[in-house]
């Protein structure tokens, strides 16, 4: 079992930044590829960003490419999603996500599937 809970979001207006943490617990966090998903009313979840169990590749989603950054720290067993220069189409519910193995492809890690573990979600709006 992992336990993974998210925290950071909130209200920023457009331009600004936000920085989402994911916590996780249980399985060997340094085990997991990890993924960071989104989904806003009345649409389906969709991929931002992905990052394998070293932190040495990390792949995102072509509307997030260059404003937002995904890392880890093992030590801590958290993973981060940094977003700058925030959109309003940038508001959604955020999830984390635990991958099934140590690695993710850029063809991989935009499948649900691919995750076996999700946290709870955290809300970021961005008002315009």
């Known amino acids: 079992q992992v336990q993974l809970v998210e925290s950071g979001g909130g209200l920023v207006q457009a331009g600004g930044s936000l920085r989402l943490s994911c916590a996780a617990s249980?399985?060997?966090?340094?085990?997991?590829?990890m993924g960071w998903f989104r989904q806003a009313p009345g649409k389906e979840r969709e991929f931002v960003a992905a990052?394998?169990?070293?932190?040495?590749?990390?792949y995102y989603a072509d509307s997030v490419k260059g404003r937002f950054t995904i890392s880890r720290d093992n030590a801590k067993n958290t993973v981060y999603l940094q977003m700058n220069s925030l959109k309003p189409e940038d508001t959604a519910v955020y999830y984390c996500?635990?991958?099934?193995?140590?690695?993710?492809?850029?063809?991989?890690?935009?499948?649900?599937?691919?995750?076996?573990?999700w946290g709870q979600g955290t809300q970021v709006t961005v008002s315009s």
């Open positions: 249980g399985r060997t966090f340094r085990s997991s590829s």
């Open positions: 990052i394998t169990w070293s932190g040495s590749s990390t």
């Open positions: 996500a635990a991958g099934r193995g140590l690695f993710v492809s850029p063809q991989t890690a935009p499948n649900l599937d691919e995750y076996d573990y």
